[in-house]
Every structure is written in structure tokens, then in C-alpha cells.
């Protein structure tokens, strides 16, 4: 639950410095509800559609040798701004993919800072041992 919680907030930080930083992408009303809301939908659709598309497009992320997770965390910010069409704002899928890769830069920055990664790491290390044991 603490790790969901940091996810989230770090999404916001994430959505919030995206929009303060490319002028192409805006929320509208420039408050913490409107960038929490945000957020959830952004990490919802990150943790249920993400993984299918990266599925469906593992010929593509592969032959470019990765560069088209960028264009995936692109769609993805796409996808959330088509949601939620009077808070989250993206002029062209160029701010999209520009945006997404701002926001991907960001949240392995944070997940760093706030020991997401980390805890991960522990728990895949913890299953790992007890498999052995």
C-alpha cells in the first residue's frame, strides 16, 4: 500500500513538472485535485494497459533497440489527456511523446529518491531466497 501511495505521488510530481516544463502540454485548473486525478488515471492505465501494449509491440520495442517505450509512455500520456479532456490538455502527439519521455526521466529519478525501486529489488531477492531455501 505505501509503495501505491509513493507511485502515485510521484506521478503527480511527474504529470505536474511535465506541464510546468513543456509548453505544449497544460492542466487546466492548476490545482493538487486536478493533478491528483491525474495521476490515478495516468498510473492506472500505466499498470493495466501499458503491459498489454508492450506485449503487442514487442517486435517494434526490440528492433529499435527500445527507443519505442517512448513512444508507449507517449501514448500513454495521450491516452490519459483523451480521458480526461478538461483537465489534462496536449496539443499533438509530439508534446505527448516529448512529455513522456520528461516523464519517464522524472519518475526513475524519484523512484530512486523515494526507494521504489529499491523495495522491489528487496522483494524479488526475498522470493528469490525462499525458492532456494
Known amino acids: 500500500m505505501r509503495n501505491l501511495i509513493l507511485?502515485?505521488?510521484a506521478y503527480g510530481i511527474a504529470i505536474a513538472l511535465v506541464a510546468w516544463?513543456?509548453?505544449?502540454?497544460?492542466i487546466v485548473n492548476d490545482d493538487l485535485g486536478t493533478v491528483a486525478v491525474i495521476a490515478l488515471v495516468f498510473g492506472?492505465?500505466?499498470a493495466l494497459v501499458k503491459p498489454?501494449?508492450?506485449?503487442?509491440?514487442?517486435?517494434l520495442i526490440i528492433l529499435s533497440m527500445g527507443l519505442f517505450l517512448l513512444v508507449?509512455?507517449?501514448?500513454?500520456?495521450q491516452?490519459?489527456?483523451s480521458l480526461l479532456p478538461d483537465r489534462l490538455v496536449i496539443d499533438n502527439f509530439g508534446w505527448a511523446?516529448?512529455?513522456g519521455i520528461v516523464m519517464g526521466i522524472v519518475g526513475v529519478v524519484l523512484e530512486s529518491v523515494l526507494?521504489?525501486?529499491d523495495d522491489e529489488d528487496n522483494e524479488r531477492e526475498r522470493r528469490r531466497q525462499s525458492r532456494w531455501d
Open 7 to 9: 507511485r502515485w505521488v
Open 21 to 26: 516544463l513543456l509548453p505544449g502540454i497544460e
Open 44 to 46: 492506472v492505465l500505466s
Open 52 to 59: 498489454v501494449v508492450k506485449l503487442l509491440t514487442c517486435p
Open 72 to 77: 508507449i509512455n507517449g501514448l500513454m500520456l
Open 79 to 81: 491516452l490519459t489527456a
Open 97 to 99: 511523446i516529448l512529455g
Open 115 to 117: 526507494g521504489l525501486r
